[in-house]
Nanobody
Framework: QVRLVESGGGLVQPGGSLRLSCVAS????????MGWHRQAPGKERELVAT???????KYADSVKGRFTISRDNAKNTVYLQMNSLKPEDTAVYSC????????????????WGQGTQVTVSS
């Protein structure tokens, strides 16, 4: 099995910063894309940012210029640096990894973490 565990969420004032981390562990052969999504109360889950194994990134328009996604392939870890946070960034942030597990290297599976709460409030 493949497991994703997020950390780094919390309460921050508007304009503040947080850094989220997500570590993938378990029966991993290789990880391709990794990403962060978020879901606010009463809203659908939305894509925040993605990063390929080679480091190519994409961002939602709402976070461009404020958030930075990065990864450490050796540690199977993806990060999300969030700056200039706004109240509308409040949500549960979940990481996602597209990976080939050791028990089925012919197929890519999508794996998700449980999520970490980010609250931006004064």
């Amino acid at each position: 099995q493949v497991r994703l565990v997020e950390s780094g969420g919390g309460l921050v004032q508007p304009g503040g910063s947080l850094r989220l981390s997500c570590v993938a562990s378990g029966s991993i052969f290789s990880i391709t894309d990794m990403g962060w999504h978020r879901q606010a109360p009463g809203k659908e889950r939305e894509l925040v940012a993605t990063i390929t194994r080679g480091g190519n990134t994409k961002y939602a328009d709402s976070v461009k210029g404020r958030f930075t996604i990065s990864r450490d392939n050796a540690k199977n870890t993806v990060y999300l640096q969030m700056n200039s946070l706004k109240p509308e960034d409040t949500a549960v942030y979940s990481c996602n990894a597209r990976a080939l597990p050791t028990y089925d290297v012919a197929k890519i599976y999508d794996y998700w973490g449980q999520g970490t709460q980010v609250t931006v409030s004064s």
